[in-house]
């Protein structure tokens, strides 16, 4: 029989002479296709088939190539419209594979941005719909669409989204229909997540046409079916973690999700760990509140003077009373006072500066406001001129800094700058602290609380940077050193979470997001070890690592968690002395993403412990698999659809599937391939030691300091 399922029996008839004619209405033309073309068509076996006879029908352009693609858009109008004059001839007529064939080919043009966007202005999508109404082509369809998706802009993909409630009702409707439930579920992950994973809050108006809720609900219930690929499952998680940043509400009324979730964090697939984790940590972020604190010394002396429990004074006196925090907070603050009460006798602004320096080494509110004042005729304290240059105690900070740069001396130059570091912080002029502290460290890279002052901004690489050079300093004092631990700890379990979710198949930044969470979770035991036990941050940094132990370790925790038994007493205590000291403990991000993986985590272990373990099979065989295909028809146009040749030197090509988005397998033990040689800063960008090539260092500061301990070993 002749046509496309028999390519060889004949040629197709070309749209010229009397095989077809155009007739020309306005901008756009009408092609009339001949008789037999149509059965032809009807007559072909697979969709590769049909959609090669259609491009050699009408003569495009090697769709498969960069330089073909230029050709269309060269000749977009007249290609679109034989296309689209067949693809209506094919709906009149009845034809369903024609109009899938013609698809096909659109779905293939859209690899380019810019054909992508013009065929979505001429309502490409309104022409993909109906397939998914007919047995026949509902699987190319659906194929079209996660072809587009992946390809697709954030226009394309919002309108796509839009069409959720549809592909909800599809995989209603096909329960049994394993390709469906994939297909659908990946497309609606790569439509939706480019909605709800934006950083800013879209539109409540297009949420609203996103039937988020039932999205979720029904990508739960696709995960626990037998038939649920891995391909499927891999993009439900993205699916479900996108949504969890704008629609919390949604997340929290499927309950099932958030336990799926949860039970992720047992799998052996470590990305699929930070995805869930990543997922998790934003659901608590419209709740939660920042960790500031107002210090008030009256309060604190009120609390000492009311006696520590026996508990906490033991804890106290075995870490060294003299050391903890509170003792050295109210030394400060006694020290503080005296040492205004001495400037204003003898104006020293030197020796004023020496110790307020000192001071603000040594804790973190030493450094308080208040003002030189006389109680007044009228019983009133008012403020007096003692015939210092500032008034305000805080004030007091630039001008010593002033007079001990007079001075010039090396250590006199450190302190001036520790005094104009923190007046930036006290008065919230953070890039103001970054910019000096950067200069600070150029004269002396072993000013550490210059580093600390880096670390204060949003900028979680420069943070961790700085930070991580800082804590080599061989100096430290106690308080900078456990305060740049705390930074290292929020920069780099903040940047790990982040990059681990964003990186691409077999990207670097897998095992750069790694070396961030190994970091971030080393600095924090290293913290809760040395760190006071009345350290207002210790909160803070035993939330890192509990969550942090669940992610790095996995499956190998117990399922009551067992080995996080020291880690709560800890978070007990801390509580306790934050208590105290009546400090309020913020419901931070963190604690709260804390408190909800600890409150979930058995019921999420017998509600999904059989899925993960499924989960981790199939991720097992994952580079063996290909995404699910009902037929061999639908794999020979994932084929087509994948066999991109681009030239002129342009690689961008996709390795395998061109949107699976599965994530490779990473192992703990690449991670120091992505750590600093001195600093232990990680990065994918560090540079190799020219010498022999197997050291690596942020820059060449980290190099110098690395030679006395390297070049014995360093090949010449």
Known sequence: MPGPGRRGARRPHRNTGSNASRSHHGATSAYTLPEGFFADIDNGAAWKIIVDYLCDFFELPDLTTRSGLKKVHANFSDIYNKLNSAYTAAQQRGNEKFMGGIVGVWAKMCADAILRDKLFNEGLLSKVMPLLDYDSTRHMGLNALTVVTHHGGLDARCEIAKKNEALVRLIDAHPEDAKVLELATVTMAHATSAVLAAEDPPESRLVKELKVRSVLKTTVEGVRKPIASHYMIDHALGLLTSATRHCPEDCKATPSMLTLLVSYLRSANLTARCTALGGLIRLTANESEQDRQDFDPRKMIAAVSRRFPDNLSELMMDYGFERCDTVLTLKSTRDYQQSMMRAAQDHDLVALGRTLAALIQRTEFAIAEGMFQAEGRDGRFETIDVGLPFTRWTDALPHCAKALRARGTPADLDAADVLELKFCIIRQRIPDAIKHGQRAVERNPELAYAYYAISMGADHEQGLRAVKKGLKCKNAPPFVRNYMLWRAVEHAGDLGVMVLQDAKVGDSKHAEGVAFLMSAWEDAKTFTAEAPPDNRHMQTILNWYIIL?????????SEDLRELAPAKRKLEVSAQFMKMLD????????????????????????????????????????????????????????????????EDGDNERDEGHPHMCSHP????????????????????????????????????????????????????
């Open 665 to 716: 397998k990473i192992s703990l033990n690449s991670v120091e391939l992505y750590r600093c040689s001195w600093c232990g800063n990680p990065s994918a960008v560090l540079k190799k030691c020219g010498g022999c090539g197997k050291t690596k260092y942020c820059d060449n500061q980290c190099q110098k300091k690395h030679w006395s301990d390297h070049k014995a070993d360093c090949k010449k």
């Open 549 to 557: 132990t669940i992610a790095i370790k996995g499956p190998e925790l």
């Open 583 to 646: 400090f309020t403990i913020k419901k931070t991000q963190m604690r709260l993403a804390r408190e909800l993986v600890l409150s979930l985590y058995p019921k999420a272990v017998e509600e999904w412990g059989a899925f993960i373990q499924r989960f981790d099979e199939l991720d097992a065989r994952a580079d063996k698999q290909k995404p699910l295909s009902s037929t061999q028809a639908d794999d020979d146009l994932a084929a087509w659809l994948d066999n991109m040749k681009l």
